[in-house]
């Protein structure tokens, strides 16, 4: 799942350093970040690619490959910028994703939600598989997740607002369902829109 915002809470220590001196390392720093971001997003799938609408398979066996998956996962949702991954869209179809739950990272295996309740409210979504693309999609503000870290333990989260639906949003990415999925139907087709012309150049 994408950021909304791209507002960075990144403290550095330029005390010393005057006013030009400044913007020539923030710029610098702003120029890392981006490489950073482009660099990610190469390796996350986007739309049109098959693995997108393909369903993950359950997760059996939690070895050293899966702990590093998830680690690479979590690099990856840092690097594009993003507040979820799923496994999906990394080309591994295993039912994993991380995601950002109050500031922790978090490594989910097999995930379920158990329960949902509170009122449903619309937001607007975006997804890293899905470039520009933003759609109102309507969840639930409240869920309980289960399944396990990637050491097999097992994980419990009752959580609401933007946890809550982000979490959503990733389970949805392990069925092979997208955001334009769940949207209304002129948003759906604003983001085609925006989507075909991408899928063209890609596969041109």
Known sequence: MARHDHDHDHDHDHDELDDDELDEVELAEEREQALRRQIALSQVRQYGDAVLRMRAGEVEVFDEELARLGERMIELMHDAEGIGLAATQV??????????????????????????????????????????????????????????????????????????????????????????????????????????????????
């Not at 399944?147 to 419990?156: F, N, Q, T």
């Not at 769940?182 to 989507?195: G, Q, V, Y």
Request: aromatic share 2%; charged share 30%; with cysteine.
């Open 91 to 204: 080309g591994v179809l295993r039912r994993v994703f991380v995601f950002r739950d109050d500031g922790v990272d978090r490594v989910i295996v097999n995930p379920s939600l158990s329960a949902s309740g509170g009122e449903l409210e619309t937001s607007e979504e975006g997804c890293l598989s899905l470039g520009p693309v933003r759609v109102p999609v309507e969840r639930p503000r409240e869920v309980t997740l289960e399944g396990s870290d990637a050491a097999g333990r097992p994980v419990k989260l009752e959580l609401e607002g933007i946890e809550a639906r982000i979490v959503q949003h990733e389970l949805d990415h392990l069925d092979g369902t997208l955001i334009i999925d769940r949207t209304d139907p002129e948003s759906r087709r604003e983001a085609l829109a925006l989507l075909r012309p991408r899928l063209v150049l890609s596969r041109g």
